[in-house]
């Protein structure tokens, strides 16, 4: 028994169809690429015929190919009443020139009647014809037994008649699909093992599974771990879990746990270092906000902020990981805040390349300055880089970049435009500049004021960038009164850094969120310059 396993990239199709969504067409190609250096075996690229931007997604990998990945065309089985040679759809499928083709048909006879308007006969016809064109036409076929489930429990006998109709025809894979989500673990095992003993083995070409997985009920992922234990050899899942509704099976959870916990050969270890990676870099490229309490790659998956974990983290990750973080391409972050230790500090120090002693007092100043702060309504645990400067500012090691000496920022609103101008005063090195910009609002004008003023003194601020702005009312009692707290996060295309600012005004907060957002990227610009080592007084 080979423990080779088969992923199945659908985040092109399916998992473009999660709300808020939507891929052009150089989306699509950067994805591919991503996908292909992550070692996925299949990428399903779309629908050829469906609309003209997947038509060019093929055209344009046949110009410039993937280096080791299988492009996959999806299609459904061919129109009631007529034959796969003359269906048109098919025609265009077979331009795509891919060499696998997925095709999807009904598992279940409350579709083929109430969807397809037709009879259960023609619907097996329509699965047996259509696998045996393609395979005529040089394809390999892959089956997708779209609501299998759901068309499993209400007519078993038809079910399983479509998929050996399918086998027998030609198809390689039969994959299971749980459309509707709403199958559980315990179902999903009996309902494989039936399957496999009713398939049987005594076939030419032996049958293969494959499971397809969607989270309705919260457990795509442990349903598709549990159909590959009873025997299933493909796993169809999508990057970060895109998908319609509650989206698919996330392959960013299925690889890591079928590599490194169940012992499956998925892809190449020095492709599984990139996951975390290529899961960001897809989240960014769908413009989607990345889940920072994602399993395995998310920014939480590996932060320890509880000072008892951070020192027993400390002495022994395996305390409080269930893996190397490492292995995936993730890193261990200390978290900070109101309820952090010593502990705490000393390590969250070492990540920013500072050895503190334990007996520095500075130690205890920067833990009663972060609780003081936090009681203010300050939070660190989400704004590490102004945790940063604080810190750095304890240590009378934070370089002076800049000083503001005041702002003002004037908003004029007239019919159904509104624009702001902002101008702002500040020094750099003794020398005093006084800048204006205007902005499609208050933050937007203020930061481009601040860069108009900064850029000639440091270039590599047109390189940062706002990526986020969130807004908190800390005592919402208070109406407009009240205190709020900005965080603000930045980019400069590599590293994202997030910074706070809290205030009655919401426009100093914001002013201070900004600053510090400009001046950390400044930081780790000038990083290598800047690492200390401090030692106890």
């Not at 030419?204 to 599974?209: I, K």
Request: hydrophobic residues 40%.
């Amino acid at each position: 028994m080979t423990n080779r396993l088969w992923i199945y990239d659908t985040t092109l199709r399916d998992g473009a169809q999660c709300e808020g969504l939507s891929l052009s067409l150089e989306d699509k190609l950067r994805i591919a690429r991503q996908l292909d250096s992550l070692g996925i075996p299949f990428i399903e690229g779309g629908w050829p015929g469906a609309n003209p931007k997947d038509v060019q997604f093929f055209w344009r990998l046949k110009e410039q190919p993937l280096t080791q990945a299988e492009v996959v065309a999806f299609c459904s089985t061919r129109r009631p009443g007529t034959t796969a040679a003359n269906d048109e759809m098919l025609q265009a499928i077979l331009s795509a020139g891919t060499r696998w083709v997925t095709l999807f048909g009904k598992s279940w006879d409350l579709h083929v009647i109430e969807s397809l308007k037709t009879t259960l006969e023609e619907n097996l016809a329509m699965i047996r014809d259509t696998i045996e064109y393609l395979r005529s036409q040089g394809r390999r076929v892959i089956y997708d037994a779209e609501h299998w489930f759901d068309g499993y429990k209400h007519n078993r006998d038809y079910a399983i008649k479509t998929l050996e109709v399918a086998a027998d025809a030609g198809a390689e894979w039969l994959v299971l699909c749980d459309t509707n989500g709403g199958t559980l673990p315990h179902e999903v095992s009996q309902v494989v093992r039936d399957v496999l003993a009713a398939l049987g083995t005594n076939r030419e070409v032996p049958v293969q599974l494959g499971i397809h997985t969607h989270n309705d009920s919260g457990v795509a992922v442990a349903n598709a771990l549990t159909a590959v234990q009873e025997g299933v050899t493909m796993v169809q899942g999508t990057i970060n879990g895109y998908g319609e509704r509650c989206g698919n099976a996330d392959l960013c959870s299925l690889i890591p746990n079928f590599q490194l916990k169940l012992g499956y050969d998925c892809i190449q270890d020095e492709q599984l270092v990139k996951l975390t990676q290529v899961s960001r870099s897809i989240s960014e490229i769908v413009n989607l906000a990345p889940d920072d309490h994602a399993p395995f790659v998310g920014l939480s998956a590996f932060a320890h902020k509880g000072g008892i974990h951070v020192s027993a983290v400390e002495k022994n990750p395996l305390t409080y990981e269930h893996l190397e973080p490492e292995k995936i391409g993730n890193r261990r972050r200390i978290v900070i805040s109101d309820q952090a230790g010593l502990s705490n500090v000393l390590a969250k120090a070492r990540t920013f390349g500072m050895d503190l002693d334990r007996k520095n007092p500075a130690c205890r100043q920067i833990l009663e300055k972060l609780k003081d702060l936090e009681s203010q309504g300050y939070q660190f645990e989400g704004a590490e880089a102004s945790f940063e400067l604080l810190m750095r500012e304890a240590l009378e090691q934070r370089p002076p970049w800049f000083e503001i000496k005041g702002f003002q920022v004037h908003c004029d609103k007239v019919g159904e435009d509104c624009t702001a101008l902002a101008t702002v005063k500040l020094s750099v090195n003794g020398t005093n500049i006084l800048e204006a910009a205007e902005g499609n609002g208050p933050v937007s004008a203020l930061d481009a004021a601040l860069r108009k003023a900064l850029v000639n003194f440091y270039p590599a601020i047109a390189h940062f960038y706002l990526t986020d702005y969130k807004v908190r009312i800390l005592d919402s009692g208070a109406g407009t009164s009240a205190k709020t707290r900005v965080l603000v996060e930045f980019s400069n295309g590599q590293d994202r850094w997030t910074t706070v600012g809290v205030s009655g005004n919401i426009l100093d907060a914001s002013y201070q969120a900004v600053v510090e957002g400009l001046e950390y990227g400044l930081v780790l610009g000038d990083r290598e310059a800047i690492v200390l080592t401090v030692s106890s007084y």
